[in-house]
């Protein structure tokens, strides 16, 4: 059972890290794209809106600026 949500539009890459309560979306017409490697914490939420977003490869993404990492997706 996973604890976070990706929507329509989200292309998520190999040894993404998602964390329980993360909101992945994008509005119609745009694109989110979370390249290989990409940590994103607990109870963070990206939305693409107007265009494309792209987390690039590595990345750490997290509330004030902390991310836990755990688990791949």
Do not use: W
């Not at 989200?10 to 993360?22: L, N, Q």
């Not at 979306?25 to 990206?46: D, F, H, T």
């Amino acid at each position: 059972m996973t604890s976070f949500y990706v929507g329509a539009n989200v292309e998520v890459g190999p040894e993404v890290v998602i964390a329980a309560g993360t909101v992945l979306e994008a509005a119609p017409g745009s694109r989110l794209i979370v390249e290989a490697g990409v940590c994103i914490g607990a109870g963070v939420v990206i939305q693409a809106y107007g265009g494309d977003l792209r987390l690039a490869a590595g990345a750490n993404v997290g509330q004030i600026g902390r991310a836990s990492c755990r688990e791949r997706v």
